[in-house]
């Protein structure tokens, strides 16, 4: 079975940092995912990469295969950001199961 | 409504009585996933489901039961709920040959007392 950590378990940063949350995984994977939560609960994907680097407007993901890592930074960092951040590795036949991290809470303050 | 929906959004059951959770999505996805999440465990996958009538236990699939008769609806049932069972559960849905990137809905949010 897969074990996911993630790091920091929380995080409050000023508006306008530069922020970085991690992710590790204990067993090779198929693809990664990166998901966020919002206060209110919903939970939207952000991206699933299984190599390199994805980037969407100020969100990065990052991903090291070998050291069994990946990144998820937030530059220029903005109150709206404010969320639990999760980390899920696709591993099993298919990719469909995922094990999760139990999340970074992140708290940006104006 | 298009998307990926669950009903109801709430739930106050007693132990012992049987729950259905609805979730339905309209993008003909062929993957749908059942998660609960806890405090302290994040997300499990409880059932998923690669197409109609194919279903697969997850991670925690006990006390559940799943069906899938039409690609759109993929129901949860708790046969007689527990305390243990109080949670919020996370349907979502994934599209292509292969799951991919998927899409979660709103969540239920179920009580057991």
């Known amino acids: 079975k897969n074990e996911v950590e993630q790091s920091p378990q929380n995080l409050t940063a000023q508006e306008g940092e530069f922020i970085t949350i991690n992710c590790s995984y204990s067993v090779g994977i198929s693809a990664l995912h990166w998901l966020q939560q919002h206060p209110g609960g919903g939970i939207v994907s952000l991206f699933m990469l299984s190599s390199g680097k994805k980037k969407h407007g100020r969100l990065i993901a990052t991903i090291n295969i070998q050291e069994k890592h990946s990144s998820l930074h937030i530059t220029a960092s903005h109150p709206r950001d404010s969320a639990v951040y999760i980390c899920a590795a696709a591993s099993g036949a298919g990719s469909y199961q995922l094990t999760f991290g139990k999340g970074t809470k992140l708290s940006v303050i104006p | 409504d298009a998307g990926i929906t669950q009903s109801p959004r709430y739930k106050i059951t007693e132990t012992g009585r049987q729950v259905t959770l609805m979730c339905h999505q309209t993008?003909?996805?062929?993957?749908m996933f059942w998660y609960r999440q806890d405090l302290g465990h994040g997300l499990r996958l409880i059932y998923y489901s690669a197409a109609a009538d194919i279903t697969d236990k997850g991670e925690v699939p006990d006390g559940y039961v799943v069906s899938r008769s039409k690609t759109e609806n993929f129901p949860l049932t708790l046969e007689s709920a527990t305390r243990s069972q109080t949670s919020v559960y996370f349907c979502a849905s994934s599209g292509g040959a292969l799951p991919g990137e998927q899409y979660f809905g709103p969540g239920t949010r179920l009580t057991v007392t």
């Open positions: 993008w003909s996805h062929s993957y």
